[in-house]
Structure formats: structure tokens, C-alpha cells
């Protein structure tokens, strides 16, 4: 049985949106009173020799607890671990699906990754509900790349819209690790990730990139810290959204380099399309630089589809609902050609496109 129970949540005391980080969100309409605590078992598959499933839980960083979410996460012992030795290069992808049940539960999946010197793998972590229902979803992502390690992984929100998904992600790369942090998210009702991304060894990189469409009355959330902890290490981050109907979506962002960071290089890009007049985005960078010897910089947009582009389709015979599902999804290809799991960028594509359709039915 899980650790967390019902009353440890009526003692949890939650955040407020005057709290800069959970500024613009939805916290405020959240009752953990409404969910109960459930067991979960994922389904794996690949080369799960690298993988244990157990209810004893490992922390990476027992010293760092982003928010009270991450806390509750941690009381739920059972959690997956992937261990992957040194020198080991793991050619088949690792899958992971969670299928959240609908009926008010109260989920808590932990990932724990330890990728050694040299080594090289790819996870995909997809998340799915098993039919239409309230459930809360609070996912944890570990992850250490040691020296030289290369580590890609990709999350994948396909939850029923009455789903809220608050999840955290703790990264940190070693001397010359290259690290990959994808994600796709097209379900929940409120979906939120933070994702702190810290490189503590010289010569280390990691790349961020997300594709996120919400539509009816949906919400996706995103905070992201670009943690420069050593010299001549390398961060980009690219983030590509879409709101439609009266859906809303929230980008905050910070590229931090520390004193000792010299030689740094940084870059951070949010876009982001409007294709409804009730749906609104937020996009808010920000840049805390100690030390001068550094390259950044940071760019935020948005607005409605470019209408030079549709006209341009339009004037070719291209009637005008198919000049825009055009428009969106060249907007979102060149995430989709980022991602680590080449064979899935058709399959996601057509999922944008078909919730283009939803929007378009609806108005």
C-alpha cells in the first residue's frame, strides 16, 4: 500500500500564485481532498535489463525538493530505476507507459535515471489515461549523466482532459555529458512541468525542447531553470506552443550562470501561436548572469498565425482551415525533428492535426 494517505494530504498545505514560480497558474482551483492515493504498476519494455521496478525509493537529490508535489512524490515509495554501467551503450530504446486510471485517483510515477561515464541511452516516458475521468498525476524525473554520457528522454502527455499533471524533473550533467530533455504535451486539463537542468561539470551540455497544444479549456504550465554550475558548459532550449478555443498556456524560463561559470554559452527561444480569440499565452524569460565571459540570450513571441504565410497558401488554391493546419504544423515540425525518437515524430504529428479538427468543429 502507498505510504501517502488520505490524511497526510489534508495536511499539505498548497502554493500560491503569489509565489512568483506558480505565478499565472491554476494551483488555486486544486482539491487534493477530491483524489485518493492508488497503486500504480508501469508497463516497461526494451532492454529491461537496466530496469528495476521496486517500492524502495532511490534519491538523487535527497538535499533538493522543488515544491510540496515533489515532497508528496517522494512519500510514494514505488518508483522505476534504470542503471546504466559505464561504457555501456544502450542501442534499443527504453519505453515506459503509465495508463492513470479515472477514477479520482492520486498517482505519484518516479523515474530514477543513473547513466555512467561513456554510456549512452534513450527513454521514452509516455503517460495515457485509461478512460474519461478526474484523476492527479505528480511524476518525478531524476537524472545524472556522468562524465561523457549521453542521455536522451522524451515525455509524452496523452492524458484525458479532465486530468491534472504536476510534474518535476531534476537533471544534473557531469564533465562533458551531452543531455536531451524533450517533451510533448497535448493532454490534462492543467498539465505542469518544472524542470531544473543543471550542468556541474566542464565541457557539459543539455538541450531542452518541448512541443505543447492545448485546446477547449486546457492549461499547460512550463518552468524551466538552465543551472550553469561549471565553466565552458553549453544549454538550448527550444519551446514551441499552441492555444486554441479557450485554452491558456504559461512559459517561465531562467538562464542561470554562476560566478564560476566562465566561457558559458546559453540560449533560450519560447514561441508561441494564438488561433483563437479566448485563448491566451504566457511567455516570460529571464537571465541571472554572475560572471561576463559568457554568450546568451532569450526570445519570447507571441501571436496569431502569420498572415502572410496564409495568404500565401490561400492564394494558391488552398482553402483557408487547411492553409492554418498547414501553418501549425511547420510551426511544430522543427520540434518534432529534435526528438530522440525519430520513428514517433508521424504518429504525434497527426495528433496535432487531429486536435486542429477538434478546434475547428467546435468554434
Not at 485554452?247 to 546559453?266: C, D, F, M, P, Q
Amino acid at each position: 500500500m502507498p505510504v501517502l494517505d488520505l490524511e497526510h494530504l489534508a495536511a499539505i498545505e498548497l502554493p500560491s500564485t503569489d509565489e512568483e514560480i506558480w505565478r499565472y497558474s491554476r494551483i488555486a482551483d486544486l482539491d487534493l481532498g477530491a483524489y485518493r492515493p492508488t497503486d500504480h504498476v508501469p508497463q516497461v519494455s526494451g532492454p529491461i535489463e537496466f530496469v528495476e521496478i521496486s517500492g524502495a525509493t532511490a534519491d538523487l537529490f535527497p538535499d533538493e525538493t522543488p515544491d510540496v508535489f515533489a515532497g508528496l512524490n517522494r512519500s510514494a515509495p514505488a518508483q522505476i530505476r534504470i542503471v546504466v554501467p559505464a561504457g555501456t551503450v544502450v542501442d534499443e530504446t527504453i519505453s515506459i507507459t503509465h495508463t492513470i486510471g479515472a477514477d479520482g485517483c492520486l498517482v505519484c510515477p518516479r523515474l530514477v535515471v543513473e547513466v555512467g561515464a561513456d554510456s549512452q541511452v534513450t527513454i521514452i516516458e509516455r503517460f495515457v489515461s485509461s478512460s474519461e475521468g478526474p484523476a492527479l498525476v505528480l511524476p518525478v524525473l531524476q537524472l545524472r549523466a556522468d562524465q561523457a554520457a549521453r542521455v536522451n528522454y522524451l515525455a509524452i502527455n496523452e492524458l484525458n482532459q479532465t486530468t491534472w499533471a504536476i510534474g518535476n524533473q531534476q537533471a544534473v550533467g557531469l564533465r562533458d555529458s551531452t543531455t536531451l530533455l524533450a517533451t510533448v504535451a497535448l493532454g490534462g486539463d492543467y498539465a505542469r512541468v518544472r524542470t531544473d537542468a543543471r550542468l556541474s561539470g566542464k565541457g557539459g551540455s543539455t538541450r531542452q525542447v518541448a512541443l505543447y497544444f492545448a485546446g477547449g479549456t486546457q492549461m499547460h504550465d512550463f518552468r524551466t531553470i538552465q543551472d550553469h554550475d561549471a565553466p565552458h558548459t553549453h544549454s538550448d532550449l527550444l519551446f514551441k506552443g499552441a492555444v486554441q478555443d479557450h485554452a491558456a498556456s504559461v512559459y517561465t524560463g531562467l538562464i542561470k550562470i554562476r560566478e564560476h561559470a566562465r566561457g558559458t554559452a546559453a540560449f533560450q527561444t519560447n514561441r508561441n501561436l494564438t488561433l483563437s480569440e479566448g485563448a491566451w499565452a504566457e511567455s516570460v524569460p529571464n537571465l541571472e548572469i554572475y560572471t561576463n565571459d559568457v554568450k546568451c540570450s532569450h526570445a519570447s513571441t507571441v501571436g496569431p498565425i502569420d498572415e502572410e504565410q496564409r495568404f500565401y497558401l490561400e492564394s494558391r488554391g488552398i482553402r483557408p482551415e487547411i492553409a492554418e493546419r498547414l501553418v501549425v504544423l511547420g510551426f511544430f515540425d522543427e520540434v518534432l525533428s529534435q526528438l530522440p525518437a525519430a520513428g514517433l515524430a508521424e504518429g504525434l504529428r497527426a495528433r496535432v492535426a487531429a486536435k486542429l479538427n477538434i478546434g475547428e468543429a467546435a468554434s
